[in-house]
């Protein structure tokens, strides 16, 4: 749930997209990833050009260890340096990696058998095999990593015990016993908790990579912070990184894959400011930049600009506690149907995001091989000022007072976080007559002010950190730390639990979909918009994937034309 | 070598006059200004500033925009009859809108230079005027404050108190009076070695005393060049928080907030950053003239 | 001389020492925990776990006393950004380019500055001072947050001169040596100006005049070496501004140094981060002054009797 974190920091930047057009010619390298594949790919794609490529990139990653990376920058550059189970192609479906074919999955839904390619090797030269993805995981889930995605791990069978674990003993003892075992070296089999449809994908990412014991314990807590103290068995290796300016990845001869792999240099320099991350891109410094929205609308239409939407949504939240009358659900209503969306996207973000239709964004999956938001439909509030007024005054009777109290509507203090506040206080006071002053702050103090429930009203993001309705759903039940608003519906927290548990994925999905609706008909939240990011691509560049969530970019099948 | 003949001697003509002044006797503050109004530059900069002060004040007034209404229509226009700074991206005027800035960054500049002074001066009067172990102490107090980066006070007033105009002008009044302080002390160390003083500390004068009524009208002529180097720096300050994100708190505007909104939209929006520079530098120059103007004008070294 | 040196030493460690307790305490009035949200997602023991990592379950005052012991021993504490790192690292891969960075600026702004110093003051009240005096003074008319994009924009991108960002070759650098020069140009033509006016009206100038030297003569051996002595002491606090005051130059012309990072932890609430950059900030600060001292000390003897300027 770091997530949001990122996103809302550089919330001019992405996480993710749909597949872009350019993928084309991957096609056959993505269907049938065969290691002999492609006979000249190590000298390039075979038209003679140069295979390195420069990127901007936002952010310099915090620590680039499987472990404790929470960061979309930490994802993308493991993602490049490292791999898992499977690796997802253009269309988000799993393929095989590290292992050899999709997992065989037990009748229960529980246990899942996978088998490993032959002769893995780390990019040091080392075996890599199914007793690396045990360690890693039974060290992510060691309390003592602190590793603040290790809820993901607790999916299987006994993991939440080693989270638990007080004592040296019990934490030896839970990690034995976890759902993860190595039959043999080429043999991995993992029991889960309960069934979880989405599972596979999720041996995708970062949380499910293998990491090597040898290595890792060598490097004490320094894990990650340089290049040469990663280690993986990717695409790429980190070569160099010098801190806060640039990361450069070369082409690694030990993956399995490595005649697939075109790419023969990466350099990344960090490029914070999206105006200089222009100038670079147009004076041909760079041949990827993420860009802003109206820096987008001079490139409309032209082949170089692409736009990925993303699992994430961007909502507003009223606190109940601190301000009473927002426990009243015409007043929150009112609220939210004074707010124009559409003007919102168009005004505000200009980044291809579109106005919110419900909680669960665009693209996301509901657990059941269906989008979730095709089969919901629209779910929200509509924007209607004439009765948004009827309904706040309405509201303001019923809870027994003359007008609302003083309001503040709490951001991050970016730039667009900041126009994002003064539009909802000038829609406001024009659709509703109500005064609610900005209150716009530096991330953190936002975020530790949104967790600990002290504001009134407050405008922030959520992105997936699973493809699976459940991440979005059960942070509002009853008691959960990102239920800052203290909003409670028992329909609501029974219809969510129940979903939890249940084995069919066609109910589940029908649960989970009811419950979204009670969420959206209560105005307990109020999504704004679903984010989209554009970005600029030299029309050069094929094959680079830009998922809507999880890495930021996927380099494994990019070439230079 | 010849003598000089006493013929070539002859008595000078008798001015009927003799007694009367020629030039009219002139106060501290009239002779100051006389040389000021000579300076053609620092003339020029009062008198931009004058009008800025006035645009700022008349212009929100007899304008029929305001500063927040969002005109969703009427987005990114350019310079018109209507609007003749143009629109930003919100549809509000610019031109209303850089002149409550300039207001705003005014008020900032003119409030934090106030409370810089009043402590300025009385701190280092007071740290100059006893000397030794308090003033060497007030100096070390000088030293620490001085050493503490402004940007992390800022923020943390930021962060207790909220964003806006009151947690800028404490944060700045915090460390700004430092310079100050230092300034009126080094001329103060100068002046209580004179003669004056000593008579009026003879004479049985308290401290207080002589500090206020000795002591700082020998400064004031220093005070006044200080402030015009002041209030831009607090106007300066502000536009740098804005550039942070934590300055004031929209949709108020400053020039400081525009200016930086307008440096995102300089490749599209020319206007929307050409404006409120011009006249936030207009502001700045002007003061920095003017300032170098009244340091010749006061400086009694410069007397004729 | 070793008294007042001694003395002056001494000032500067309780400088510093207040000001490493003062940092210390401000960050603990903070609101709020540095952890975020990962603190919200993670059971309480865990983040007890963390907390006790990072020293923050003992009382304030043994976690002050630690804290002091370590920065004696150059031990700045670990980021909380950067859970690898250390404050102590960070600094180190970060100070190089700012420090680099503001020593060509300053290099830049003394020659620019003096000239148009020079000129100005030789050419008093004429066109020659009036344009020099209005150069300067358009640097510190024009804010850096608005020259620095203008050059990247222009210079960097559309007329592709120079590079537009980025700290690669000696290209680079460039650009942000001239943003960053801006202000200091200004401060130093001014201070010159009036240093060399206050020297041309002194008793020697003249006499030096009317015993026939050549004007260039006068100006070069006479005026400018008396003229520098003042802007020369005032030299290291100017250094150190620019050192420190890189921050806006660094986020447009994206420089890896160090005024960005202290930005940005102050921003996610980097508590080690914050405290160890503020003492380093203001360690340079005073060490600076104290050389000033000594200097001053050395060359001017009245200095060192009375024992303050």
């Known amino acids: 749930m770091k997530f949001k974190k990122i996103f809302s920091t550089a919330m001019a930047v992405t996480l993710a997209g749909t597949l872009l057009a350019a993928c084309g010619n991957n096609n056959s390298n993505n269907s049938s990833p065969s290691p002999s594949g492609s006979a000249s790919a190590t000298t390039g794609s075979g038209t003679g050009s140069k295979q ?54 037990s009748d229960d839904g529980l246990t899942y058998t996978i088998k490993l390619r032959d002769g893995l090797k780390w990019a040091n030269g080392e075996p890599l095999t199914a ?104 695409p790429f290796v980190l070569k160099s990184w010098n801190h806060e300016q640039q990361l450069v990845l070369v082409k690694n001869p030990e993956y399995w894959d490595a005649a697939n792999v075109k790419l023969d240099k990466v350099t990344l320099n960090i490029v914070k400011d999206t105006g200089t991350g222009l100038n670079l891109y147009e004076s041909n410094k760079t041949d990827y930049a993420d860009i802003k929205g109206d820096q987008m609308k001079a490139y409309e239409g032209k082949s170089e600009l692409h736009r990925k939407s993303e699992l994430v949504t961007g909502y507003l939240n009223f606190q109940q506690t601190k301000v009473p009358a927002f426990a009243n659900v015409k007043v929150r209503k009112a609220m939210s149907m004074a707010i124009d969306r559409e003007g919102l996207v168009n005004v505000v973000l200009k980044n291809g995001s579109v106005p919110a239709t419900g909680y669960v964004p665009n693209g996301n999956s509901d657990g059941n091989g269906q989008e979730f938001r095709k089969s919901a439909g629209d779910t929200e509030v509509a924007f209607d000022a004439a009765q948004a007024k009827t309904l706040l005054a309405e509201g303001l009777k019923e809870v027994g007072i003359a007008s609302l109290p003083k309001l503040t509507v ?13 539009f909802l206080v000038s829609q406001w006071k024009t659709n509703l007559g109500v005064d609610v002053a900005t209150e716009p702050l530096p991330h953190a103090t936002r975020l530790e002010k949104e967790l600990s429930k002290n504001y009134s009203i407050v405008s922030t993001l959520w992105g997936a950190d699973y493809n699976d309705p459940m991440t979005w759903l059960d942070m509002y039940l009853t008691g959960g730390p990102f239920n800052t608003q203290d909003w409670k519906n028992d329909k609501y927290n029974e219809l969510v639990k129940a979903a939890e548990k249940n084995l069919d994925n066609a ?55 | 070598m010849d003598m000089i003949s006493k013929d070539q001697f002859q008595p000078a003509e008798k001015t009927t006059n003799a007694n009367s002044i020629v030039r009219p006797s002139l106060t501290y503050w009239q002779d100051a200004w006389r040389r000021l109004r000579s300076n053609k530059m620092a003339m020029t900069g009062l008198i931009v500033l004058v009008i800025m002060t006035l645009l700022a004040i008349f212009a929100p007034l007899f304008s029929k925009f305001d500063y927040e209404t969002q005109y969703l229509m009427d987005t990114d226009l350019k310079p018109s009859w209507t609007h003749f700074f143009g629109t930003d991206d919100f549809g509000r005027d610019l031109w209303t809108r850089v002149w409550w800035g300039t207001r705003i960054s005014l008020f900032i500049g003119l409030v934090a230079a106030t409370l810089d002074l009043v402590i300025g001066v009385l701190y280092g ?84 005393r002589i500090i206020l009524q000795h002591l700082i009208p020998n400064v004031i002529g220093l005070i006044v060049v200080q402030i015009t180097f002041i209030v831009p720096l607090a106007i300066f300050f502000e536009s740098f928080l804005s550039f942070i994100g934590v300055g004031i708190r929209p949709p108020m505007a400053s020039l400081g907030n525009l200016i930086n909104d307008g440096a995102h939209y300089m490749r599209y929006q020319p206007h929307r950053i050409i404006y409120p520079t011009i006249v936030f530098s207009m502001i700045l120059l002007s003061f920095n003239i003017l300032g170098d103007g009244l340091r010749d004008a006061l400086d009694p070294k410069m007397r004729k | ?99 680099e960075l503001g020593i060509e600026s300053l290099a830049l702004s003394v020659i620019v500055g003096l000239t148009l110093g020079i000129i100005a003051a030789l050419r008093h009240n004429k066109w020659q001072d009036y344009s020099s005096m209005f150069i300067a003074l358009i640097g510190i008319s024009i804010p850096s947050f608005v020259v620095a994009p203008l050059l990247s924009l222009y210079v ?34 001014r201070m010159m100006r009036a240093s060399m006016l206050e020297v041309a009206s002194l008793d020697y100038i003249k006499t030096a005049k009317s015993k026939g030297l050549a004007t260039g003569k006068i100006v070069v051996s006479h005026m400018l070496r008396n003229a520098i002595l003042p802007i020369v002491t005032i030299l290291g606090p100017i250094a150190v501004n620019v050192i420190t005051g890189t921050l806006v130059v660094e986020s447009v012309f994206v420089i890896p140094g160090l005024g960005y990072q202290f930005v940005s932890s102050i921003t996610t609430l980097d508590y080690t981060m914050i405290t160890g950059l503020t003492i380093f900030y203001a360690a340079i600060l005073i060490v600076v002054m104290f050389l000033t001292d000594i200097v001053y000390g050395l060359v001017d003897p009245r200095i060192r009797m009375s024992g303050r300027r």
């Open chain 1, 507 to 561: 109910a589940r999905a029908e649960q989970l979909k009811e419950a979204e609706k009670i969420l959206m008909d209560e105005a307990a939240v109020f999504p704004l918009y679903f984010r989209s990011s554009p970005f600029l691509i030299k029309d050069k560049v094929d094959g680079l994937i830009l998922p809507p969530y999880g890495p930021d970019f996927e380099l494994k099948w990019t070439s230079v034309k």
């Open chain 1, 410 to 422: 709490m951001g991050d203090d970016t730039e667009t976080g900041k126009k994002l506040l003064e």
């Open chain 2, 125 to 208: 009067g007071i740290s100059a005027y006893f000397g030794g172990k308090v003033d060497n102490v007030m100096q070390r107090v000088i030293e620490i404050i001085y050493s503490i980066p402004l940007l992390l006070l800022a923020i943390i007033l930021i962060v207790f108190m909220g964003p806006g105009i009151k947690s800028i002008i404490i944060a700045y009044a915090i460390t700004g009076w430092v310079g100050t302080a230092r300034l009126v002390r080094g001329q103060i160390l100068l002046l209580k070695e004179q003669e004056f003083v000593l008579a009026a500390r003879t004479l049985g004068a308290k401290p207080s």
């Open chain 1, 131 to 234: 007793k690396d993805f045990v360690y890693s995981y039974q060290r992510t889930l060691d309390p003592a990593t602190k590793a603040s995605y290790a809820f993901i791990l607790t999916w299987l069978k006994g993991g939440q015990a080693v989270q638990d674990a007080k004592t040296p003993d019990e934490l030896k003892k839970a990690q034995d016993e976890l759902g993860v075992k190595a039959i043999d070296d080429t043999t991995l089999e993992i029991t889960l908790d309960q069934p979880r449809a989405y599972f596979t994908a999720q041996l995708a990412f970062l949380n499910y990579y293998p990491q090597n014991e040898k290595f890792v314990s060598a490097q004490g807590d320094k894990s990650g912070a340089d290049a040469d103290k990663v280690l993986g068995a990717g």
């Open chain 1, 52 to 105: 390195e490529l420069v990127m901007n990139y936002r952010a310099d990653p915090p620590a680039l260890d499987v472990s404790i990376a929470e960061s979309a920058a930490s994802f993308t550059i493991l993602g490049a340096i490292s791999e898992g189970l499977y690796r997802l192609d253009k269309d988000m479906n799993p393929e095989p990696a590290l292992a050899a074919e999709l997992p065989k999955i």
């Open chain 3, 156 to 189: 960097g991108n559309k007329w592709g001169i120079l590079p537009p960002g980025l700290w690669e070759g000696p290209e680079n650098r460039i650009l942000p040596a001239i943003a960053l020069a801006f202000g200091t140009i200004a401060i130093l033509a």
């Open chain 3, 1 to 99: 001389m070793l008294k007042y040196v001694l003395r002056r030493f001494v000032y500067m460690v309780i400088t510093l020492w207040v000001i490493i307790t003062a940092t210390f305490f401000l960050m603990k009035l903070l609101p709020g925990n540095p952890f975020g949200e990962a603190a919200a997602k993670m059971p309480p023991e865990n983040l007890a776990i963390l907390k006790a990592q990072y020293g923050l379950d003992k009382p304030e005052w043994q976690q002050y006393l630690k804290y002091l012991g370590n920065v004696v021993k150059g031990d700045l504490g670990v980021s909380y950004q950067f859970p690898t790192r250390t404050v102590v690292e960070v600094i180190k891969q970060s100070f190089p380019a700012s420090l």
